[in-house]
T-cell receptor, first 113, second 116 residues
Framework: ELKVEQNPLFLSMQEGKNYTIYCNYSTTSDRLYWYRQDPGKSLESLFVLLSNGAVKQEGRLMASLDTKARLSTLHITAAVHDLSATYFCAADPYTGTASKLTFGTGTRLQVTL | DAEITQSPRHKITETGRQVTLACHQTWNHNNMFWYRQDLGHGLRLIHYSYGVQDTNKGEVSDGYSVSRSNTEDLPLTLESAASSQTSVYFC???????????????FGPGTRLTVT
């Protein structure tokens, strides 16, 4: 059974600081997804990471995937208040049919002024 | 624009009642999913479908059922609502991925269900 663990569960950081959210998964997964959720809202896709060593960047967020270590990271550079949200990673042990995602418990990010 | 909608957005029901949550997508996606979101658990898969007449159980399927009679809709039914089913329910859809092309799931706005 695939398990996905994120840490930290809660992160309070000051504007301008850097930090990393970690996502570990227990069994082989070819692809890894990152989503953002604002309070009371739905999930918004941020990144799709397909292969080992994949790195994607969008603004102040950068995601990477190490399939050998079964680890994905979401790095936040020079945080701003607008990044406050809950971030989820989800692993997908693609087996030839539609993606069936297993989600981590989420990291609630609070960026303070 | 293509979208995925859920109804109702909020629902309060009593223990033992049957409840159906609607999910409708206009993306023409073959794949549809139902999740529940609870504090401390992230999102957990309830049921999913890869196409018309296809349904599959997910991680937490007990007490829930789905049916897929067309591409656009995947209604979720709680056969006899229980307080443990109080949660936020999200529907999602995606294209069919391939080895070289993963497709992210697009999520609906969610339905907040309270069972009293």
């Amino acid at each position: 059974e695939l398990k996905v663990e994120q840490n930290p569960l809660f992160l309070s950081m000051q504007e301008g600081k850097n930090y990393t959210i970690y996502c570990n998964y227990s069994t082989t997964s070819d692809r890894l997804y990152w989503y953002r959720q604002d309070p009371g809202k739905s999930l918004e896709s941020l990144f799709v990471l397909l292969s080992n060593g994949a790195v994607k960047q969008e603004g102040r967020l950068m995601a990477s995937l190490d399939t050998k270590a079964r680890l994905s990271t979401l790095h936040i550079t020079a945080a701003v208040h607008d990044l406050s949200a809950t971030y989820f990673c989800a692993a997908d042990p693609y087996t030839g049919t539609a993606s069936k995602l297993t989600f981590g418990t989420g990291t609630r990010l609070q960026v303070t002024l | 624009d293509a979208e995925i909608t859920q109804s109702p957005r909020h629902k309060i029901t009593e223990t033992g009642r049957q409840v159906t949550l609607a999910c409708h997508q206009t993306w023409n996606h073959n794949n549809m999913f139902w999740y529940r979101q609870d504090l401390g658990h992230g999102l957990r898969l309830i049921h999913y479908s890869y196409g018309v007449q296809d349904t599959n159980k997910g991680e937490v399927s007990d007490g829930y059922s789905v049916s897929r009679s067309n591409t656009e809709d995947l209604p979720l039914t709680l056969e006899s609502a229980a307080s443990s089913q109080t949660s936020v329910y999200f529907c999602a859809s995606s294209e069919t991925p391939s080895l070289s092309r993963p497709y992210e799931q697009y999520f609906g706005p969610g339905t907040r269900l309270t069972v009293t």
